[in-house]
């Protein structure tokens, strides 16, 4: 089956800099990767996505990276705010019937 | 217009009791799951259901029986409860192969 190593578990980093948050994945029948964030207390949000047949997608301060040769994937948050501490999730879809493998998530603190 | 909502938000029970939370998506979706969410965050998916078919039953205790009585419903519940059962219980629905809408998550506490 799947798996979806995710690293670090744990990111500090000042206001304004930036974090970048990486996923390995086994399967190389994977074709959908999306990312999640959880607040405290909340329920995981989709904030981006990309499917295997784009190397890069942005939206606004998040932009995500995908390398199918080497079955990885990264998160990039620029000019990081407070607003943007909480646990982020990976995830690996091999699609159809196949489960969703989420990675083990990174709590990300950012200091004002 | 909550798009999947859980009840209870939250159970305090003692062990052994039997529970059952509720989730309901009205967003058309084909698939339903539930996973558990344990102290370390880690997010353990436990059953899919797709058009109330189950598709995917990762090794879970058999205490734990999921029921989807339509579409839009998946329900989950759990007997005997355990100490090792406490966690939180989201619900999540989706396309398949697409972005998971998740429910505001059940607190389960055994005392």
């Known amino acids: 089956g799947e798996n979806v190593e995710q690293h670090p578990s744990t990111l500090s980093v000042q206001e304004g800099d930036s974090a970048v948050i990486k996923c390995t994945y086994s399967?190389?029948?994977?074709?959908?990767f999306p990312w999640y964030k959880q607040e405290l207390g909340k329920r995981p949000q989709l904030i981006i996505d990309?499917?295997?047949?784009?190397g890069e997608k942005k939206d606004q301060r998040i932009a995500v990276t995908l390398n199918k040769t080497a079955k990885h994937f990264s998160l990039h948050i620029t000019e990081t705010q407070p607003e943007d501490s909480a646990v982020y999730f990976c995830a690996a879809d091999s699609g159809g019937y196949q489960k969703v493998t989420f990675g083990t998530g990174t709590k990300l603190q950012v200091i004002p | 217009d909550t798009a999947v909502s859980q009840t209870p938000k939250y159970l305090v029970t003692q062990m052994g009791n039997d529970k059952s939370i509720k989730c309901e998506q009205n967003?058309?979706?084909?698939?339903m799951y539930w996973y558990k969410q344990d102290s370390k965050k880690f997010l353990k998916i436990m059953f899919s259901y797709n058009n109330k078919e189950l598709i995917i039953n990762e090794t879970v205790p058999n205490r734990f029986s999921p029921k989807s009585p339509d579409k839009a419903h998946l329900n989950l519940h759990i007997n005997s409860l355990e100490l090792g059962d406490s966690a939180v219980y989201f619900c999540?629905?989706?396309?398949?192969?697409?972005?998971?809408?998740f429910g505001p998550g059940t607190r389960l506490t055994v005392t």
């Open positions: 967003l058309g979706h084909d698939t």
């Open positions: 399967d190389s029948a994977s074709n959908y």
């Open positions: 999540a629905s989706s396309l398949m192969d697409n972005e998971q809408y």
């Open positions: 990309i499917r295997s047949n784009v």
